[in-house]
């Protein structure tokens, strides 16, 4: 499980506000209010009008995961389902887990009912359901670390025998070889540092909403719909379930849980190899990789640093290795605030996403210089970083 925080020190007994005890009633009109969206009878019409279907998908996924979350925090809290204060942790009260679930049940109603179905498609619910399965039994009693790295092979395996692949090199067999290697790599990289960044309130739930916006973004301005209708799918949930995680006058109500961040990290994964970005191969590798800049610094950084004190020896140590040495962590130290941490990081993923989406349409001399600021940008946060980690 991941560790998560708080940006106050309340007791056991605290409920927050009014977020805290949601009223049952109010769920159920959302989620009623959900399913009619769903099921009405004129949604083929008004979903012909361009753009009508994003909204209908952002809505709709919104709708029931804000109705939808409070039932899992009642239910969580019902059978024992918490995230306990523990000394690697900086939450101080029992907070229910399974906050993924709401998210899911929205996103995957959302696209199911929008009959986004193709080959690929299907392999990246597939895959995804496979790693909310797990997650969801992590979150009741812990799951080993080999279960759950077989678990996203399989995931990633799914996805990739649809043809979701990275298309780097050229078409020849070892071409197609690396291809699948680095697919692999950056499916299970982004699913295992959105896990990581699932240790303050609201900032694994935040980054996913910054980094599917701009997919969106990038979506709507090369024309590529299905990667813009999942990407209003996760903006919709998550921001459905943000309220109950990130909470401006007391700690979240409810945590992702490894169920929630795998699933964000490996739909949104998925989603990045699955968009067409440009003929440029600068562009290509540039753009996504400035759009989940925040991910790769994270993971590059703690990869190097753990393996180089020894406390990672292999695969399998990797994914079990549970720190406070985050990009998060060492910010909230240097800031002396978890939510001006959490803020910083969000303003640092909005930044590079601005600059991966300037990409698109940018002419070699200004994609250079692009990438240059992002390297200086990379430079001063690594700088903070340090000082931080000191």
Not at 105 to 121: G, P
Not at 138 to 152: E, H, T
Not at 310 to 323: E, H, L, N, P, Q
Request: net charge neutral; proline share 4%; hydrophobic share 55%.
């Amino acid at each position: 499980m991941t560790p998560s925080a708080s940006f106050t020190e309340p007791g056991p007994s605290d409920t927050g506000g009014p977020l805290g005890r949601f009223p049952l009633w109010a769920s159920v009109a959302l989620l009623t209010l959900g399913a009619v969206l769903l099921v009405f009878p004129g949604r083929s019409t008004w979903q012909s009008v361009y753009g009508a279907r994003w909204a209908h998908i952002l809505l709709v996924s919104g709708l029931i995961a804000f109705g939808l979350t409070p039932v899992v925090i009642r239910a969580a809290r019902a059978v024992g389902v918490l995230d306990m204060p523990a000394a690697r942790k900086v939450h101080s009260a029992p907070t229910p887990l399974l906050g993924g679930l709401a998210i899911y049940v929205a996103f995957t109603l959302a696209i199911l009912a929008n009959s986004i179905l193709d080959r690929q498609v299907v392999a990246i619910l597939l895959g995804a359901t496979l790693l909310v399965l797990v997650g969801v039994v992590d979150d009741i009693a812990d799951v080993p670390a080999i279960v759950k790295m077989l678990a996203q092979f399989v995931a990633a395996g799914t996805v990739i025998a649809s043809g979701v692949v990275l298309t780097l090199f050229p078409q020849a067999w070892f071409g197609d070889a690396i291809d699948i290697c680095l697919t692999i790599v950056w499916l299970l990289g982004i699913t295992n540092a959105m896990n990581f960044f699932d240790g303050m309130d609201g900032l694994a739930t935040g980054l996913s909403i910054i980094t599917a916006s701009f997919l969106g973004l990038f979506a709507f301005l090369t024309s590529q719909p299905i990667l813009g209708w999942f990407a209003s799918a996760i903006v919709g949930s998550c921001a459905g379930f943000l309220p109950f995680n990130f909470r401006r006058k007391a700690p979240a109500a409810i945590f992702l849980g490894d169920a929630g961040s795998t699933f964000l990290g490996f739909v949104l994964a998925a989603l990045a190899v699955k968009g067409e970005w440009a003929e440029n191969s600068l562009v290509d590798i540039a753009a996504p990789v400035l759009i989940f800049w925040v991910f790769i610094y994270d993971m590059t950084h703690i990869t190097v640093a753990r393996i180089a004190n020894g406390k990672v020896r292999s695969f399998r140590d990797w994914i079990a290795y549970v720190g406070r040495d985050h990009l998060h962590h060492r910010l909230a130290s240097l800031l002396g605030s978890n939510r001006n941490a959490v803020l910083l990081v969000f303003s640092l993923s909005i930044c590079m996403g601005l600059s991966g989406i300037a990409l698109v349409h940018a002419r070699a001399l200004e994609a250079s210089l692009l990438i240059l600021q992002a390297v200086f940008v990379a430079f001063i946060i690594a700088v903070l970083e340090h000082a931080g980690g000191r």
